[in-house]
């Protein structure tokens, strides 16, 4: 009952801090928002089309010139046209109407100053004939010369296509996906390794006295270093030669024939063994340990041969792939990725 008590003065003082008002939701300003929003929900801007573009202008004198405005000439047949007082007075309500335009369509009337900028007046919005009608104001700007009322439809054309906002979204849905994809496979691989010693861990029994195990756990950061410490090692002494292809597929080739040439000798009999014809003697342990040091020293030179050769072989190709360019830039992140791993897993080994 106390939790429960404590939760909800803690969900109470959440509201409080970040105050939450539901009267606002009603206010004219958050019902214009949401309108807005809910429209745009409702056409998102995904495709769009080529618009086609008619622009008409018809001059108008503000304000009116002494003698009355000269006579503008007639449109042409079947032309779009619009029609307005010739001239008036500043800040007067006028009525502007077109025709001819093309149906169903919408854009901007302005008013055209001297000065050339557009101050827009009103929106047009065509019906099914191609007219409009629209009570306008004019904007107080006075001049001798003749001004004009400027008259911008657009309409689609063609099939609809991507618009950049929708090109944009599929490619960052893909950049998502593969992002998972990838995120999935690395993990599933890391996984893989430590579920099983985990199972082993948890089945084995322990018999170990406390004195061994806290020992262990001591000796887990030392390990962990010494085997970072002999990785990073390693990685300086070849780092002179890693800008060779050659010396790195050397390394690819050669230090796993001579880790298998190792390998083979010390479980390979011995001469003792050999001629009495008895059971096989052991190697000397200081052998084996000196074998077991050069073999994992040339497994980690053999892991960074392998990591710069496919990083340079990535960085060489780019240039004669073209569209498929990002192919060599997978060889190179892998080997990238491969030679920044090496340290870590040696780390972990040491460990």
Known sequence: ??????????????FEVTQVNLEELGSPTRQQSLARILRALARPDFLEYEQEEFVVERPIYVPCPAGGAPASAPPAAGTP?????????????????????????????????????????????TDGGGDFVLNVELRDRTAEEAQFLRAVTRRNVGWPHLSTNGAETIAKILETVFMALLATTIGTALAIPLSFFAARNLMR???????????????????????????????????????????????????????????????????????TGGAQPSRAPAAVAVVAVVI???????GYALADLLLLLGQSLQPYLADFAFLGGFLANIGGILRLLIAPICALIGA
Do not use: K
């Open 81 to 125: 046209y619009l029609d307005a007082p010739p001239c008036a007075e500043p800040e007067s309500t006028i009525v502007v109407s077109g025709h001819n335009f093309a149906p169903n369509t919408s854009g901007p009337l302005n008013f055209i100053p001297p000065s050339g900028v557009s101050l827009q007046l009103a929106r047009i919005e």
């Open 296 to 302: 994992v020293g040339a497994a980690i030179l053999a």
């Open 1 to 14: 009952m106390l939790a429960i008590l404590v939760a909800i003065v803690i969900y109470a003082y959440g």
């Open 205 to 275: 029994t322990v018999t170990s006295p406390l004195t061994s195990v806290a020992l262990s756990v001591v000796a887990v950061p030392i390990g962990a270093w010494l085997g970072l410490l002999v990785a990073r090692s390693l990685s300086l002494s070849g780092y002179q030669l890693s800008d060779s292809i050659a010396f790195n597929i050397g390394g690819v080739l050669l230090l796993p024939l001579l880790i298998w040439g190792l390998l083979l000798w010390v479980m390979a009999p011995t001469r003792a063994a050999v001629a």
